[in-house]
């Protein structure tokens, strides 16, 4: 038996050196992220994983449809149209390069026109993302009544505690969120201070999870850290009497019981 166990083991230990020693092939995120919007296929997107797969794994760089049909579910045929398809819409290109080793021009796949796609479709984003923040400021200034100083500072102030406390600066979504909560909160950075400090204590360095806070304060009409300290007491307190009502609930019943098996 022991022995059984022991070739278990050497088998798992095999496995996850290798696991480890075979390498994996990294993908980036903004490519999973666009690849339908440039107008790739899930078929074709995985061939694209294969291609860079053997080669910086097996350093494969043009390698056959026959040699794709072994890594792939799809038949030779689907593969070779597949690639045609990525060359015809600019994903992929074919370019060569001078091997000194074996003194001869050998052709790779190039990837440059699918990163340049990539990086159009996120430019837009991040201009978007520009955009959209300036609007929101310059509707907040031109408020009536708004305190643009005022405004100002408190802008100010919360983004460089953020950043203080990240211990990095805050990308432009983090800080067009800092603008959407002044704006939904009445400028009460004290709440917004609160609701990082508590984020913190638990490891939570996201905005994520201070919205949530913030949102829950919102929601239970909340304005201050004197209503939110006083929220939070009544609502220890009324755990507390739901667990003494219980507690009586459960020994009445051990009563009933107890006058049933004695008393009848």
């Not at 994903?91 to 990837?111: A, G, L, R, W």
């Not at 996120?122 to 310059?138: F, G, H, I, P, S």
């Not at 939110?228 to 009324?238: A, C, D, K, M, T």
Request: charged content about 30%.
């Amino acid at each position: 038996m022991s022995n059984t166990r022991d070739r278990k083991g050497n088998i798992t230990a095999a496995f996850g050196s290798d696991l480890t020693l075979e390498g994996m092939t990294g993908v980036p995120n903004l490519l999973l992220k666009y690849y339908q919007k440039i107008g790739i296929t899930d078929t074709e997107m995985m061939l694209i994983i294969q291609l860079m797969h053997l080669q910086t794994a097996a350093n494969q760089h043009f390698p056959t449809p026959d040699i794709l049909e072994s890594y792939m579910s799809a038949d030779r045929a689907k593969i070779q149209n597949d690639l045609e398809n990525l060359k015809e819409k600019g994903i992929i290109s074919i370019k060569h390069y001078y091997n000194d080793e074996t003194d001869e021009i050998v052709p790779f796949y190039c990837y440059e026109p699918l990163f340049e796609k990539i990086s159009e479709f996120w430019a837009c984003e991040k201009v978007k993302t520009y955009q959209q923040m300036k609007k929101n400021l310059t509707e907040q200034k031109q408020k009536p009544g708004a305190g643009r100083k005022e405004r100002k500072a408190s802008f100010a102030k919360v983004c460089k505690g953020f950043e203080k406390e990240f211990g990095r600066m805050l990308s432009p979504m983090e800080i067009e969120q800092v603008d959407l909560w002044l704006n939904e909160y009445g400028d009460q950075t004290e709440l917004i201070f609160e609701a990082l400090r508590r984020a913190v204590l638990l490891g939570k360095h996201n905005f994520k999870y201070i919205d949530s806070i913030l949102l829950e304060w919102h929601k239970n009409n909340l304005k201050t850290i004197d209503d939110v300290l006083s929220y939070e007491s009544n609502f220890r307190q009324r755990q507390s009497a739901k667990q003494v009502r219980r507690k009586i609930t459960s020994h009445d019943k051990r009563k009933d019981k107890f006058r049933l098996l004695y008393l009848s």
